[in-house]
């Protein structure tokens, strides 16, 4: 009896024990939640970047059109400088006697012609009466036609004499701010000779050289014929130029599959300087509406890009894509996407098949949520 109580007792807990332990389930995890949006067309500015040096849009170089000591120096090396206003004196003197004896052989030789026109108009009616032979006409209106080629050479040669004692005062051939000259006064210059450099910082040239798929992606979103862009120092973005696109090559380079592109810079107050490396922006559109996402949320595997989107069960799936544009605020997706739920925030564990629960953010608020 006393061994059946004791069994019976053992019986009795084990049956609890099992009791207890179903009790103690593990409690199920709780579903994360996550940020999504709804992918629609939305307006975004659409744009990509190329680094460049910026260029003066116009520049000259100062020489000497005629030999000569250089006399005189009338600027200041840095200062700026007019169209016309005159930089060098080149001695004159010989140039001047030059002028002035070109000016006396034309006195002396229209002189001459007077005299000549004279006979011819006083022979004339004598021949025409048969009072003077027609031979002496002839020979005194042959003399007067040279003599009428001979001022019209003296003019020539006038012009050429003024023209090199004009040379004498080297003038600045554009505006802009002359750099130190290259030759002193005192010394000899030759035709030809590089004197100074003008470079008009004003305006600005960038030249840079989008990929041939870069320029079909251009020619596809563009809003106007000649894009607008945007330059600024690779160091300091807060200082910004506007310009316009003003040279597309009509043909791409073969050996570098790219096709060069020349934008023209408006820099009035001279805030950056010619030969300063820029980063240029090119602005393909300001207000298209693309669908669109933050490369944030842009993911990669071995297969490409994809997008975690969030199914009508609330769960996770992969969706794999060819971006027709992206740069480095908004990567476009495909219009097959447009009105998935996409996650917009870090994927950390969640994978393919994961169950979640939806958030939905606003519009232009995923960026860094």
């Not at 061994?3 to 389930?25: D, F, H, Q, R």
């Not at 011819?120 to 209106?141: D, I, S």
């Amino acid at each position: 009896m006393k061994y059946t109580a004791v069994l019976l007792m053992t019986v009795m807990l084990m049956v609890s024990g099992c009791g207890k332990s179903e009790a103690k389930k593990p409690a199920q995890k709780p579903v994360p939640k996550v940020k999504v949006k709804i992918l629609k067309p939305e307006p975004h500015t659409i744009w990509v970047e190329y680094n460049s040096k910026a260029e003066a849009y116009e520049t000259a170089t100062v020489t000497s059109r005629v030999e000569g000591e250089l006399l005189k120096q009338m600027f200041k090396a840095g200062a700026y400088v007019h169209d016309g206003q005159v930089l060098f004196e080149i001695d004159k003197r010989d140039y001047k006697a030059d002028y002035n004896r070109a000016l006396a052989q034309l006195e002396k030789d229209e002189a001459s012609l007077e005299f000549a026109q004279a006979d011819v108009r006083r022979y004339a009616p004598l021949v025409k009466e048969k009072l003077a032979p027609k031979q002496k006409l002839e020979q005194l209106e042959a003399a007067r036609k040279e003599l009428e080629a001979t001022v019209k050479s003296d003019k020539v040669l006038i012009e050429d004499a003024k023209l090199k004692l004009s040379y004498c005062d080297v003038e600045a051939p554009i505006d802009g701010k002359i750099g130190k000259e290259f030759v002193k006064p005192g010394n000899m210059v030759t035709p030809g000779k590089s004197l100074a450099s003008i470079v008009d910082g004003r305006a600005l040239q960038v030249n840079f050289f989008p990929t041939t798929r870069e320029v079909a992606e251009i020619q596809k979103y563009k809003s106007k014929p000649f894009p607008d862009v945007e330059i600024y120092l690779r160091d300091n973005p807060a200082i910004v130029l506007k310009g316009e696109v003003e040279f597309i090559a009509s043909r791409a380079d073969e050996t570098t599959d790219t096709v060069a592109m020349r934008a023209k810079v408006a820099n009035k107050e001279e805030v950056i300087l010619p030969g300063s490396f820029v980063t240029v922006r090119l602005i393909i559109h300001r207000n298209m509406p693309v669908i669109a996402i933050s490369p944030d949320w842009v993911f990669q595997d071995q297969e490409g890009e994809f997008i975690y989107t969030v199914d009508n069960n609330n769960t996770l799936q992969k969706v794999h894509f060819l971006s027709p544009f992206s740069n480095t605020q908004i990567v476009i997706l495909p219009d097959s996407l447009a009105n998935k739920k996409v996650l917009v925030q870090p994927a950390g564990n969640l994978v393919e098949g994961s169950h979640v629960e939806p958030i939905l953010m606003q519009p232009k608020t995923e960026k860094g949520a």
